[in-house]
């Protein structure tokens, strides 16, 4: 009996994965949450961090900021704007995107709601680089 189920990760652009994959940690809003094969029906969204799939004992890493996941019948859809392969980064893309958000974290008139979401967008961005 396999343990496996099936990932799909689509962003506007190309579907970026679409493989069998033993488990998966998505960064949602109620923290890090793995999903195993027969995991219960979920519906959720995504905040900024990592999207970590196992593939036959590998890890693929994708950095993603925004998106919703669904996860039906051992089928595990994720739709993200932002969606990309840690590798696919440069260290200058990086910096760049990490002083981007600094700079609006320095607005004073920002909601604690997206003082959360540039925060994890942040230090993931600093796990990479």
Do not use: C, W
């Not at 969204?45 to 890890?59: D, H, Q």
């Not at 950095?63 to 993200?80: A, D």
């Not at 980064?89 to 540039?118: C, F, G, H, R, V």
């Amino acid at each position: 009996m396999t343990e496996s189920f099936d990932l799909e990760i689509i962003n506007p652009d190309k579907t970026l994965i679409k493989s069998e994959v033993q488990q998966v940690t998505i960064p949602a809003f109620e923290g890090l949450m793995t999903i195993l094969k027969d995991h219960i029906s979920i519906v959720t969204f995504l905040r900024p961090g990592f999207i970590e799939a196992e593939i036959s004992g590998k890890t693929q890493k994708f950095y993603v900021e925004t998106g919703t996941v669904e996860f039906s019948n051992n089928q595990l859809l994720i739709l993200s704007s932002t969606a990309i392969n840690v590798d696919n980064l440069t260290k200058d893309l990086i910096s760049k995107m990490i002083e981007e958000t600094k700079a609006n974290l320095k607005q004073l008139e920002i909601k604690d709601k997206e003082k959360y979401i540039l925060n994890h967008k942040v230090d993931s961005l600093q796990e990479i680089n």
